[in-house]
């Protein structure tokens, strides 16, 4: 009766994803957001949780995409998208992030914002892990408040690379910190080449989505991406800002 109910949920997010998607000419989530190198230092927690992602001292390197998730203007609070992809073990493991509180209860609730940083972006999901659920989390490490506006944001890290430690709870227990990611110029906005995340397909080592809500949020995500991103050629670009331009001699988008 469980997995019906879940399939059936499922399969109505889905529909509804795609609706959305059709409308909005392909993501219906996240439309807008900047790409950046990203470097991932993992060092631990002192503890083993069982999966080479939480457990190894190691460093990674790929991609993260910043992004707001209604597309709405700054300065209107929108619920804010940190996505990342790199490489380990031949695999090209997913995170997606959104803001979220930092409390028990807080960290299961989305929370719009209006600014990248200060500000606590979990993975809202659990996770698996040797028999155990957790979730993730990314928390910015900023001098000073930093606007959820993609110009702002294309111009600090261009100034220095920005910070968030990487975390990770049970679901009730204390945040651990297991390592950090640095976000690197140039600042590049996907609108010609659309970036898209399935972290459900691709779930780092040793994890596991788990949950039924899980299982619902796969539908709506296969739903989506079955429609493709018409983004291409017609000037979407990330709001509120004069999209940034890369350096001379940096990678095209």
């Known amino acids: 009766m469980a997995r019906s109910l879940t399939t059936a949920a499922g399969t109505a997010l889905g529909a509804a994803f795609n609706v959305a ?13 900047l790409l950046f190198d990203a470097e991932l230092r993992l060092h631990g927690t002192g503890r083993t949780w069982g999966s080479p992602f ?4 190691t460093v990674l390197r790929g991609t993260a995409r910043l992004s707001r998730s209604a597309g709405l203007p700054p ?10 992809r790199w490489e380990q073990a031949g695999l090209h493991p997913e995170l997606l992030l959104a803001t979220t509180g930092h409390t028990a209860l807080g960290r299961r609730l989305l929370r719009p914002a209006t600014r990248w940083a200060p500000g606590m972006y979990g993975s809202l999901f659990p996770y698996e892990v040797a028999g155990r659920r957790v979730l993730l989390g990314g928390l910015p490490r900023a001098d000073r408040p930093l606007p959820a506006r993609f110009d702002v ?26 390592g950090e990611v640095r976000l690197r110029p140039p600042a590049r906005p996907d ?7 399935n972290p ?3 779930p780092a080592p040793g994890l596991r989505p788990a949950g039924w809500l899980q299982r619902v ?23 509120g800002a004069e999209p940034p331009r890369a350096r001379a001699g940096s990678r095209p988008p």
């Open 21 to 33: 998607a059709h409308l909005r000419r392909g993501r219906p989530l996240h439309p807008a957001g």
């Open 153 to 178: 944001l294309a111009r600090e890290v261009e100034r220095a690379p920005l910070l968030l430690d990487l975390l990770v709870a049970t679901p009730s227990g204390p945040w651990q910190m297991f």
């Open 217 to 239: 949020r796969g539908f709506a995500y296969d739903a989506a991406q079955r429609v493709p991103d018409q983004g291409a050629g017609h000037g979407r670009e990330p709001l």
């Open 191 to 197: 609108a010609a080449a659309p970036t898209r995340f």
């Open 54 to 57: 939480l457990d190894e001292r």
């Open 75 to 84: 300065p209107l609070p929108d619920i804010l998208g940190v996505a990342l």
């Open 200 to 202: 459900l397909r691709h």
